[in-house]
């Protein structure tokens, strides 16, 4: 299946699925998304598969929301489609995340299921600051940080280091640089040794329902609102 926007690999029981807009830092656009849930698809039925890496090209993981992305694709980039997808993937998912990982790009590490940071990791969630809706973070980063802490990083937007968001709960793992894949490579190859029958039921069984009906009343009410309909 050819892609555009991302790299999928295959090595041996791990699949590595990197964002490959460089020039752009990865930013994420409607089509960088569905390629991102088409390769999950792939993948979901490759039987010798069990384990997925997501990183990204370049020099950053992600920058988030491609501000380039025409109006007319906005309400399906937010309908929290993909996302659901990803957080509700069957097999373990690894982010190896580096640079900067902000907006989407921090909540698309955020879904997955353990994350591996470089030292240069900036972290951070920047809707209030372009007049935006981190709108997939609601539920699912107070689960993770806590309340508090997720109201500071969403509020704020202020960026988060690598060993900050360690110390948070939010990062598994933070390593040098030219560390960051072996790190990752190294607990996918782990996982992968293991019953994936017994990792996926647990993982199953850890998963919250990502939207409610008052969470997507709140997103609609509020994206109603920003863009003036």
């Known amino acids: 299946?050819?892609?555009?926007?991302?790299?999928?690999?295959?090595r041996g029981n791990v699949a590595v699925i990197t964002l490959n807009r460089p020039d752009k830092l990865n930013a994420l656009n409607l089509k960088?998304?569905?390629?991102?849930?088409?390769a999950l698809k792939e993948i979901e039925t490759d039987e010798a598969i069990r384990c997925v890496i997501y990183t990204g090209a370049?020099?950053?993981?992600?920058?988030?929301?491609?501000?380039?992305?025409?109006?007319e694709d906005l309400q399906e980039f937010v309908s929290l489609q993909e996302e659901e997808y990803l957080y509700n993937f069957d097999k373990p998912v690894i982010a190896a995340v580096h640079g900067y990982t902000l907006g989407d790009g921090m909540q698309q590490a955020m879904l997955c299921d353990i994350i591996v940071a470089s030292e240069n990791a900036k972290l951070g969630f920047i809707g209030a600051k372009i007049g935006a809706l981190c709108?997939?973070?609601?539920?699912?980063?107070?689960?993770?940080?806590?309340?508090?802490?997720?109201?500071?990083?969403?509020?704020?937007?202020?960026?988060?280091?690598a060993e900050e968001a360690f110390k948070a709960g939010f990062v598994n793992k933070v390593v040098p640089h030219d560390r960051l894949m072996a790190?990752?490579?190294?607990?996918?190859?782990?996982?992968?040794?293991?019953s994936p029958i017994s990792i996926k039921y647990s993982k199953r069984a850890m998963r919250a329902p990502l939207v409610s009906e008052e969470h997507r009343k709140a997103l609609e009410e509020g994206w109603a609102a920003i863009s003036g309909r």
């Open 58 to 71: 370049g020099k950053a993981f992600s920058a988030g929301f491609d501000m380039g992305t025409p109006p």
């Open 135 to 161: 709108y997939g973070s609601f539920t699912v980063l107070p689960a993770i940080v806590g309340r508090q802490k997720a109201s500071e990083w969403l509020f704020t937007c202020d960026y988060v280091s």
């Open 183 to 194: 790190a990752a490579l190294e607990m996918a190859e782990k996982i992968a040794k293991l």
């Open 32 to 38: 960088t998304k569905k390629e991102v849930f088409r």
């Open 1 to 10: 299946m050819d892609y555009e926007c991302i790299i999928l690999e295959k």
